[in-house]
């Protein structure tokens, strides 16, 4: 466990549908990234939150894809009109900013989403 | 732009040494990160280096060559709990936040 946690673990919805993922970060991190992981691939940037701030999202991110940080505390991800192709495994992670040369992040277990 | 390469697969036997390589290729560089990731799990990490050398910790040890856009992480006294799949990522090189991973190298160790 290393921290983070992530809710709801797995989550099944129908084509078409709205599905929101949340994220509790380290308290003390104020560095919070969202990543999509498919089978066989490396985890792939969505978006990155200093404190409440969102610095980068990715361009292969659609506006499907939103993401919020209100208070610089927990993270939600929300897609709307989900499509068969969202299905994956979403990983939210936390890092600290100042002080962590080695720029570490702390993943959390993730979401597991299917798209029938 | 910025992408990594590593093998996909690497089989080793209990108790010996194995090697993982990643090239990169970024328009910047800050520093090449090595996490690990059991099946079903979340990645942890593992080491960082940000300067040409060896960084050791524990059984594990991560190598970079700034010149060569090349780093290894190196596995000592393998163990079968060692088999899990491996990734090496880079932060953006546009002085972004992006991390980049690449596609992971998947590590069997056998008895």
């Known amino acids: 466990d290393t921290g983070v946690s992530q809710d709801p673990r797995h989550k099944i919805t129908k084509r078409g549908q709205n599905v929101t993922f949340r994220c509790d970060p380290i308290?003390?991190?104020?560095?919070l990234y969202w990543y999509r992981q498919t089978l066989g691939q490396g985890p792939e940037f969505l978006t990155y939150f200093q404190n409440e701030a969102q610095l980068e999202k990715s361009r292969l991110l659609s506006d499907r894809f939103s993401a919020e940080r209100p208070k610089g505390s927990f993270s939600t991800l929300e897609i709307q009109r989900t499509e068969q192709g969202d299905s994956a495994m979403y990983l939210c992670?936390?890092?600290?900013?100042?002080?962590?040369?080695?720029?570490?992040?702390?993943f959390g277990p993730g979401t597991r989403l299917t798209v029938t | 732009g910025q992408s990594l390469e590593q093998p996909s697969e690497v089989t080793a036997v209990e108790g010996a040494i194995v090697q993982i390589n990643c090239t990169y290729q970024?328009?910047?560089?800050?520093?090449l990160s090595w996490y690990q990731q059991h099946d079903g799990g979340a990645p942890t990490f593992l080491s960082y280096n940000a300067l040409d050398g060896l960084e050791e910790t524990g059984r594990f040890s991560s190598f970079l060559s700034r010149s060569d856009s090349y780093g290894y992480l190196l596995l000592q006294e393998l163990q079968m709990k060692d088999s899990a799949s491996y990734f090496c990522a880079v932060r953006d090189g546009t002085g972004g936040f992006k991390t980049i991973f690449g596609a992971g190298t998947r590590l069997f160790v056998k008895a």
């Open positions: 992670a936390s890092s600290l900013g100042e002080g962590n040369y080695r720029r570490e992040q702390y």
């Open positions: 308290s003390e991190h104020n560095r």
């Open positions: 970024t328009s910047g560089f800050y520093g």
